[in-house]
């Protein structure tokens, strides 16, 4: 082992294309800013596995953040791949550059890793959450290097890119109350049509990221569809792990009566095992739970939320399209009151109901903000469609006070106080307190100097640094 760590010191030290610094890579251990070429400023985020030796190949996941926490995103995923053996690396690419940027800063990265390590040239696959996840399962259609991807809570970014001659190895991974439920089942049946090995993984989690289970099970079903494919050698005590730890996770879902989600893991399981074992005893297990009337009710009553919901999205599509066009300002009271209808979806007794309502409200909120990216990205930028939005947010994240400052830097800057300070004083109501942003707010001198402002600020703050009186 210990030769084979010098072996690998000595090709980075002497690689006529790795900087002329000393560089050390350890095992177990998140590397940080390890630096791609020295004539671009581009770095990269790399972790070995413990085990890691230079006797063999290995498969590598690229890892994207598109905020900046490329580090985060790795991290992950570390357990996962120390248990599966996997290398990790995390390039840094943004939202805020081009597609063609990123995947050249992506492609730069790639293969600076694999002039230094034994990586397996058909086991490379991309991952990510959110922005990162719609930009990992979009790689693998732009390179044909990348043989699958991971999209947490991420629809497939488009299906029409899709190519069948060149087809990925697609693993998305949602909750049920995530906006991109109903389109991860659609493009599974699309992936399905056109033999695009895929499985779509139900978490339980109240959050993005799902528990580190479902991050190592991702990696297991990359490793068990490249045994299938004879990339990698078959290991029969390997498959019997995956396929009976799988098995009995189908049965615990269905002995807790959570059968549509015992019929889907089976169903998953399918597509997973078909090539290593007999199935006979699933297909027993699945026709049993679909004969069940439960699960026909079940399946019933999902079915109707996701008509109901695929319905008021289109309306609220059609609605945020046109307040946009119109300045429709008398429109937001509409809006909230659509508010108050999701809102008692959520609270409902109905399980699908309520899960309808969380998706509802994630979708009008990417809805708003994706608005937002495109006018203020716009070199003439619409002022009056940006404000609206911004108005819009602070019905939909009423807590959210960046879009109160918003509203009252922008109208401040219309020279519209009226507007200004009402939405301070809503502001002020729900608890916004930090006198030091509100005061160094942008286009708001005449604003903190009207007398209204400050009195308003004293109310609910006793902190105006201005006494100015009316005359």
């Known amino acids: ?79 996962a791949a120390e248990d599966e053996g996997y290398i990790l690396a995390a390039p840094q690419v943004r939202d805020t550059a081009s597609l063609a940027n990123n995947m050249a800063i992506t492609t730069r990265a790639v293969q600076k890793i694999m002039k230094l390590l ?81 499985q779509v993984l139900i978490h339980a989690e109240e959050k993005e990221w799902p528990h580190i289970s479902y991050l190592k099970k991702s990696l297991q079903l990359l490793t068990l569809n490249a045994m299938k494919r004879k990339l990698v050698p078959k290991d029969s005590s390997y498959v019997e792990m995956a396929y009976q730890e799988d098995l009995a996770q189908a049965n615990q879902l269905r002995n807790s009566m959570k059968l549509l989600l015992a019929e889907h893991h089976l169903s998953e399981m399918m597509g997973v095992y078909g090539a290593h074992k007999n199935l006979d005893s699933l297909r027993l297990l699945q026709r049993s739970i679909r ?20 319905l008021l999205k289109e309306d609220y599509l059609y609605d945020m ?24 979806f959520i609270e409902g007794s109905s399980k699908y109901e309520s899960d309808m309502g969380y998706r509802l409200l994630g979708y009008i909120n990417a809805l708003a903000e994706d608005n937002i990216d495109i006018v203020a990205s716009e070199e003439l930028v619409d002022e009056g469609a940006l404000i609206f939005l911004y108005m819009l947010k602070t019905i939909l994240e009423p807590q959210n006070f960046n879009f109160y400052l918003k509203v009252i830097s922008l109208s401040s800057k219309n020279e519209d106080y009226g507007t200004a300070l009402f939405y301070l004083e809503e502001a002020l109501k729900k608890g916004f307190a930090d006198t030091d942003k509100l005061y160094s707010l942008e286009h708001t001198t005449l604003l903190r100097i009207d007398p209204k402002f400050n009195a308003l600020v004293s109310k609910y703050l006793e902190d105006a640094r201005y006494n100015i009186k009316e005359q």
Request: charged share 20%; glycine share 6%; net charge positive.
């Open 1 to 79: 082992m210990k030769k084979n760590l010098v072996l690998l010191f000595l090709a980075l030290f002497v690689a006529p294309s790795v900087f002329s610094q000393q560089m050390v890579l350890r095992k177990g251990a998140v590397l940080n800013a390890l630096p791609v070429n020295d004539t671009l400023p581009e770095t990269y985020s790399l972790y070995l596995p413990s085990n890691f030796s230079t006797d063999k190949k290995w498969p590598l996941l690229v890892v994207f953040d598109l905020n900046g926490k490329e580090s985060q995103a790795l991290a992950m995923f570390v357990m």
């Open 118 to 198: 034994p990586i397996h040239k058909s086991r490379i696959y991309t991952a990510g959450e959110g922005s990162g996840g719609r930009f990992a399962n979009l790689v693998p259609t732009l390179s044909k290097d990348v043989s699958g991807a991971i999209s947490i809570g991420s629809d497939i970014t488009n299906t029409e890119l899709l190519n069948i001659r060149r087809p990925f190895h697609f693993i998305g991974i949602v909750n049920k109350r995530n906006y991109n439920y109903p389109g991860l089942l659609s493009s599974e049946k699309i992936l399905d049509r056109i033999r695009f090995p895929n």
């Open 291 to 310: 004969r069940n009337k439960m699960f026909r009710n079940m399946k019933r009553l999902e079915n109707a939320s996701f008509l109901k919901e695929s």
């Open 321 to 344: 399209e046109e307040d946009l066009l119109t300045y429709n300002f008398n429109n937001l009271g509409w809006w909230n009151f659509q508010m108050g209808e999701i809102n008692k």
